[in-house]
Nanobody, 124 residues
Framework: QVQLVESGGGLVQAGGSLRLSCTAS????????MGWFRQAPGKEREFVAA????????SYADSVEGRFTISRDNAKNTVYLQMNSLKPEDTAVYYCAADSGVVLTTTLTKYDYWGPGTQVTVSS
């Protein structure tokens, strides 16, 4: 089992940047594929980015491709989401999640463990 805690959220102006971190406790962080999801008020939770166990495979949602970068440091049990050129529509609670499956996935229901989330607010 793994426990996840996100940090780094906050209020930023449009065009600005934030870096989210998600630190895992528990065993064998490097065995998990990691993902970032977000949920805006009144909307369903949606996929943002995912990274394979080694970091060699990455996937992004079309809406963030070219602006966001996911990375991980297995020695620190941490996954990151660097968010640049932020837009008001990026405002949401951001969640990290861990998947013990075989294939890198963008499907929310495939992820086994979730953090409590961190709020990101982008003002216009």
């Amino acid at each position: 089992q793994v426990q996840l805690v996100e940090s780094g959220g906050g209020l930023v102006q449009a065009g600005g940047s934030l870096r989210l971190s998600c630190t895992a406790s528990g065993r064998m962080f490097s065995n998990y594929r990691m993902g970032w999801f977000r949920q805006a008020p009144g909307k369903e939770r949606e996929f943002v980015a995912a990274i394979s166990r080694s970091g060699g495979r990455i996937s992004y949602a079309d809406s963030v491709e070219g602006r966001f970068t996911i990375s991980r440091d297995n020695a620190k049990n941490t996954v990151y989401l660097q968010m640049n050129s932020l837009k008001p529509e990026d405002t949401a609670v951001y969640y990290c999640a861990a998947d013990s499956g075989v294939v890198l996935t963008t499907t929310l229901t495939k992820y086994d463990y979730w953090g409590p989330g961190t709020q990101v607010t982008v003002s216009s």
